[in-house]
């Protein structure tokens, strides 16, 4: 439990936003990026359609890609669906 704690206020004064829901990795092309928000255009998944839809990001995780990039995104499907962390595209 103490550790628990510890990581929640570590998680806290460091700024991270702790999403809860369902974790899926989905193909995508980037669209767009600004600040702390990410548009991907990207493929269906049982969890989710395709579409192009804006996600919240880490301004910090943001600054490793590029607009137009094709990326494996890992995003938290929720209330407040996040972008948490990126891969080199599935081949096809």
């Not at 049982?46 to 494996?72: C, H, M, W, Y």
């Not at 407040?80 to 096809?92: D, E, K, S, Y």
């Amino acid at each position: 439990m103490r550790l628990f704690l510890l990581f929640l206020g570590i998680s806290t004064l460091s700024g991270c936003n702790l999403t809860s829901g369902t974790s899926i990795n989905i193909d995508a092309t980037i669209v767009d990026i600004n600040g702390s928000t990410i548009i991907l255009e990207h493929d269906s998944a049982p969890e989710l359609s395709a579409s192009t839809q804006e996600f919240s990001i880490d301004p910090n995780l943001a600054r490793r890609v590029t607009v137009g990039e094709k990326v494996s995104a890992n995003i938290i499907i929720g209330e407040n669906p996040q972008v948490i962390g990126f891969a080199a595209p599935a081949a096809h």
